[in-house]
């Protein structure tokens, strides 16, 4: 696939979106092809029969929810490179009381250990790079570690009205930009004060300040400065390894959403966040849909605008987050069909060079349509992505679901630190996974098995740092959960 061809694709995504006649079918699924997600604990109901009188009832008909989860992930790198091998079992318990006048409390945690892993620290002999993907399924704060680890996660308290709520505590969001990013044992989570407003007819506004976050892969809490540079840093924008963990303030992060259904196939959000002396971020999306025949066509389109605010972080332009000006804009597309169990998406990104696209990592994935497991757009500018995803659901095997993705990400050059900022080549990916929900004895377990492939398609110049863990490697994923 040629980068013209891409592009040319995009054009054919965009070009229906203003001539759509509105049709009574809901819009399709937004594809996520291989996505490793954990199925959220379930929310009690809040029937009559489970709401408490007394505050001892509140607790004798709480609800308990476990989980177990087995993640084993192994990358081969071509040449003559380290490859590496992980298994992580993982364990989980919470609790949530039944509500007592509107109120209820809930609490939760998870721990895991590593079973039969390799050794992660084996660095690449030319670069002294060690394992990228596998280290997170423990504690990326200290890799050797190898004993039993976790964390208290869930702490909070609920409020309900209606069908509003209010939450304060530690818990588990996820929005757009600010999400679970749950491919490894366990999630991120976040503390603060969110609420959630629901009176209005097919419309949600959701609020929230956030002081402390959790990141997937870490056993601590952080604030929302110093959650920040806990993954890696890359470089900044003069092209020296940023050094900016440990050295921003911020007061907290705020965000703020608007979401509307104007028909059962079409709706509208839009969400800003804004990082306190870091940046702000808005993003907002389109979806809509129609019937074609037997099948369903679907549309989706999102923006997303930046800027830095206040120092970027620091006062020091060495120890900057976002450096001060620094603007980005990013578009995304999707065109998407439907038909009995096939399911097919043409989707397309675009991140203009007025500067990189930031988000932490560590507070969770970006949104982007031609998003695939295992890497990231984030903290780049001018990017064209193009890629088409699959799916299929076995009518003869309940619950059996294949699916497969295949994209071209053209990046800016590695030597670009404007605009690149890991050294990451333009690259091509393929994912593939088979995910499947047991029944009868099996109840509560779900499969999955993920394949993971990514090629590369820029420059390297011959140097090894711009290839190791980043292209050129086959990965293979095999995760199995077991919910009660």
Known sequence: MSRFACLLGAGLLLAPAAAWAQHAEPALARPVTGRTQL????????????????????????????R???????TWNQGYRPDYFANGLGAGLRFETAPFHGVQV?????AWVSVGSANLLTADAATGAVSRYEVGLFDVTNPSRRQLAGRAEELFVRYRFRQSAATFGRQLLNTPLLNAHDGRLSPGYEQGLWLEFRELPATTITGGWLTHIAPRSTTGWYSVANSLGLYPMGVNEAGQRASYAGNL??????????????????????????????????????????????GQLSLGAQYHYQRTVGTGGNADPRLVYSAPGRQAHALSARLGYQRGPWSLSGNYTRITRTGRFLFPREWGREPFYTFLPRERTEGLGGLDAAAL?????????????AEVGYGHYY??????????????????????????????????LRGQLLYVYKGALGNTYGEDRYIVNKV???????ILNYDF
Do not use: C, I
């Open 68 to 74: 177990l989860r087995n993640y084993t992930m192994a």
């Open 389 to 401: 995803l699959g799916g299929y659901t076995f009518a003869r095997v309940p619950g059996l679901k």
């Open 249 to 294: 303030r911020s007061r907290g992060l705020g965000v703020l959403a608007v979401s509307r259904q104007w028909s059962p196939r079409t709706t509208t959000q839009v969400w800003n966040y804004y990082a306190d002396n870091l940046f702000d971020a808005t993003f907002a999306e389109l979806t809509t849909g129609r019937a074609v025949g037997t």
């Open 472 to 478: 050129d490697f086959h990965q293979l994923n095999v």
């Open 411 to 444: 990046l800016p050059d590695v030597r670009d630190t404007r605009l690149n900022k890991y050294g990451l080549p333009s690259y091509q990916q393929l994912n593939a996974s088979l995910t499947y929900p047991f029944a009868g004895w099996g109840r509560g």
């Open 106 to 110: 809930g609490a939760g945690g998870f």
């Open 39 to 66: 199925a959220p604990y379930p929310t009690p109901a809040l029937a009559d029969t489970v709401r408490a009188r007394t505050l001892p009832e509140a607790f004798s008909r709480g609800r308990w929810h476990g």
